[in-house]
């Protein structure tokens, strides 16, 4: 079955500028979970959505924001980017939270310059 | 407050050596452990395991046990191969934190032949 996809890769953006990131979960997760991984920080938990609804939240500000879809596919967007928002963006998936069988998506590296 | 604590890299090893990776936690409560690696330019795979002290994670020689009494699972392989070069990441997750992973920093690992 297909892993966790998200999409895009890559992508450069301008300070100030807002971002849109996407992760597809494997067919059946309904829990989906953001990390950001930065060299200075590491792996930082970002927010957590099962049925379309947040229901952890990490220590970031509100310009990093998420949602989920019916189908449980999520987006997270960072608005007003700042140099310091560069990193690896990771997203996790299981069938429901509390299952420990979370499967991470290959991320999308964002650098903003 | 729960965290996780790795052994600093970088760690480098001949072909076959037996390899340790010393890991320690504290947490709030019960958690569950886990050890991810991390291969270049991807996210995190599942390496091993274990969800109550005692229990024992394995997985393509890697083995990790749940030392409650001393907070530890330090993550051991017998002879390791050039294709275990990664970073590996030691990580725990407690249900009533909202299931959220606390990661470790990363040890980094390159085997020379």
């Known amino acids: 079955k297909a892993g966790v996809t998200q999409t895009p890769r890559y992508l450069i953006k301008t300070r100030g500028q807002q971002v849109t990131l996407s992760c597809s979960p494997i067919?059946?997760?309904?829990?989906v979970s953001w990390y950001q991984q930065t060299p200075g920080q590491g792996l930082q938990f970002l927010f957590e959505?099962?049925?379309?609804?947040?229901?952890n939240k990490g220590n970031f500000p509100g310009r990093f924001s998420g949602r989920q879809f019916s189908n449980s596919r999520s987006e997270m967007n960072v608005s007003t980017l700042e140099l310091g928002d560069s990193a690896l963006y990771l997203c996790?998936?299981?069938?429901?939270?509390?299952?420990?069988?979370?499967?991470f998506g290959s991320g999308t590296r964002l650098t903003v310059v | 407050g729960n965290s996780v604590t790795q052994m600093e890299g970088p760690v480098t090893l001949s072909e076959e050596a037996f390899l340790t990776i010393n890991c320690t936690y504290t947490?709030?409560?019960?958690?569950?452990l886990f050890w991810y690696v991390q291969y270049p330019g991807e996210g995190l795979q599942l390496l091993l395991k274990?969800?109550?002290?005692?229990d024992k994670g394995s997985n393509k020689g890697f083995e990790a046990t749940y030392r409650k009494e001393t907070t530890s699972f330090h993550l051991e392989k017998g002879s390791v191969q050039v294709s275990d070069s990664a970073v590996y990441f030691c990580?725990?997750?407690?249900?009533?934190?909202?299931?959220?992973?606390?990661f470790g920093t990363g040890t980094s690992l390159t085997v020379i032949p």
């Open positions: 996790a998936s299981s069938l429901v939270p509390g299952n420990y069988g979370y499967t």
């Open positions: 067919s059946g997760h309904r829990s």
């Open positions: 959505y099962f049925s379309e609804t947040q229901r």
């Open positions: 947490a709030t409560g019960y958690p569950s």
């Open positions: 274990a969800t109550k002290a005692d």
């Open positions: 990580a725990l997750i407690l249900s009533n934190t909202g299931n959220q992973f606390y």
